[in-house]
């Protein structure tokens, strides 16, 4: 008589525990659970949190012209409620106590040193911070977001709101993080006595929107090109016509014969725009010149941006008359780029800024593009950055080495706690920030690690060890005597912001190990 398998209870066990072994292994690898993401951002996640005590973040310095609105969020992480105030506070400014805004205007041109002071239930903090009065705003790199690689065209007034609002609720805008920046997409038609280009439908009321981001203790950007039509298929600040009338089926990408830009400059200010993105290639000066002279008539400090991709020939022009250039095409979020032949990716534009080293300074800074970190998704669903963490790291870092503005063009709805938690360190974007406004070169190579410096306003260096390589890197690195450090040095891991043991001696070697595609950001202060 023949048994059936079924029969015999210790083989059906068997058979049992491999089905549900499998299937349990098949939905581990296929359906990844909540709680192991969290594990893989834990893991990755470097910096500490803030503590619950006042801290008095951003930089050290501030530039206004006289007489333009003045609006400055003190930057202060520590449990809420907090209150606010600011000691020597020229005649002309005021504090909200409960918010930290800073408002009013300064008529004359002159040099405040003033003290911020932040206080709640758990401790008190205070900050020098200087109030520069003159000819020149930007006196650090730009910081804040953008919508392009977020929405593209798509953008309309409610979601660059939601931005707004995810800025400061996130508590981004606690680090330093300022400008809500409307890119392609907003132009209408032409209106007024002087032609003044006006908004779209998805942006029903600019000034509006303006004064609500304003209420917030943020910045407005917006976009142009001198050409008569933008990239994105809107009308530019140029046309074919007196009265700028314009059409899709004239739309052209060139300069026309007649220049709105004193026009629209003026519409700006009046709804209260703080930062202008001019787009068109290649630039050339006369209409950097044109746009320059019209903002600054205007009554308003609006930061102005070139984009994209400025000659190097004519840095020293673009230094003059803006206050920050594309140096580059556009970025994509991958370490080389994969796609249209004038994206790159993080490594191809980071790593070869040399040569605009001697251009960048306060008032002026060379711009590699945005920050592509968090979900994005320009010409493509929307998606987490293609970028490893070790090369979003990686980005930060050497962004702040180089002095770039700092723009990100993620949703800032779905900020998943490492994208968070990597852009509010603030002893990274304090390297940014520095007064100096000095930008890193590369000083020396070893192997596949680049090592870069850049000099810093109190007398200390930021050292940032890239590994460009695809596979991990351990140096011993013995040069920073030959590049001109003396003496005992105390070390800070900026992004763990622990201190590491002090170098005695700068010939000594100094031993770093790093990731694939990964960076150590350091700061060496000399020991007193």
Not at 319 to 328: F, H, M, P, S
């Amino acid at each position: 008589m023949h048994v059936s398998q079924a029969a015999n209870p210790k083989l059906m066990l068997q058979i049992t525990s491999r089905i549900i072994f499998s299937f349990a292994l098949w939905v581990g690898l296929m359906l990844p659970s909540a709680k192991t993401q969290a594990q893989v951002d834990a893991a990755v996640i470097l910096t500490p949190r803030a503590p619950r005590t006042p801290r008095i973040n951003g930089p050290d310095i501030f530039g206004v012209r006289p007489r333009s609105p003045f609006l400055y969020t003190i930057p202060a992480t520590g449990d809420r409620p907090m209150r606010f105030s600011v000691a020597q506070l020229p005649n002309g400014l005021r504090v909200d106590s409960k918010t930290g805004q800073i408002t009013g205007k300064l008529n004359q041109k002159g040099e405040y040193m003033v003290t911020l002071q932040a206080n709640n239930a758990l401790g008190a903090a205070e900050k020098k911070f200087r109030i520069v009065c003159g000819d020149q705003i930007a006196l650090t790199p730009p910081m804040g977001w953008n919508s392009w690689a977020c929405f593209a065209v798509s953008a309309d007034q409610e979601k660059v709101l939601a931005a707004a609002r995810a800025m400061a609720t996130s508590g981004l805008i606690n680090h330093g993080w300022t400008y809500i920046n409307i890119d392609d997409g907003w132009q209408g038609k032409r209106a007024g006595r002087d032609h003044a280009l006006q908004s779209n439908k998805k942006f029903p009321d600019l000034k509006r929107l303006c004064d609500e981001i304003h209420r917030l203790g943020l910045k407005v950007g917006i976009y142009s090109t001198p050409w008569i039509t933008s990239y994105g298929g809107y009308p530019g600040s140029s046309s074919g016509n007196s009265a700028g009338l314009w059409s899709k089926a004239h739309s052209q990408r060139r300069p026309g014969n007649y220049s709105f830009a004193r026009a629209d400059a003026n519409q700006w200010a009046a709804w209260g725009i703080d930062y202008l993105k001019y787009d068109w290639y290649p630039n050339d000066l006369p209409h950097v010149m044109e746009m320059s002279k019209a903002l600054q008539q205007s009554g308003r400090d609006i930061v102005f941006s070139l984009s994209s991709a400025a000659p190097l020939d004519q840095a020293a022009d673009w230094a003059r008359w803006a206050n920050g250039w594309r140096i580059t095409s556009d970025i994509r979020d991958e370490w080389i780029a994969s796609g249209p032949s004038w994206e790159y990716g993080v490594s191809e534009i980071g790593f070869n800024e040399d040569a605009w080293a001697p251009f960048a300074g306060p008032g002026h800074w060379n711009d590699p593009d945005t920050l592509v970190v968090g979900q994005v998704a320009w010409r493509q669903a929307p998606h987490k950055s293609h970028l490893t963490p070790d090369e979003q790291y990686t980005q930060i870092s050497l962004w702040c080495m180089l002095s770039a503005p700092l723009l990100i063009s993620c949703n800032l709805e779905e900020l998943d706690p490492f994208t968070l938690n990597l852009l509010s360190n603030d002893e990274v974007l304090a390297i940014d920030q520095d007064a100096l406004g000095k930008q890193a070169v590369r000083c020396a190579t070893v192997g596949a690690v680049d090592v870069y410096v850049k000099d810093l306003e109190d007398g200390s260096r930021a050292v940032g060890f890239f590994n460009r390589d695809s596979t991990g890197q351990t140096i011993a690195f013995n040069k920073l005597g030959y590049l001109g450090f003396t003496g005992r040095q105390h070390v800070r891991d900026l992004w763990r912001q622990t201190d590491l043991p002090d170098l005695m001696d700068p010939k000594d070697p100094f031993k770093v190990t790093l990731p694939a595609h990964g960076v150590q950001l350091d700061k060496f202060t000399p020991a007193k």
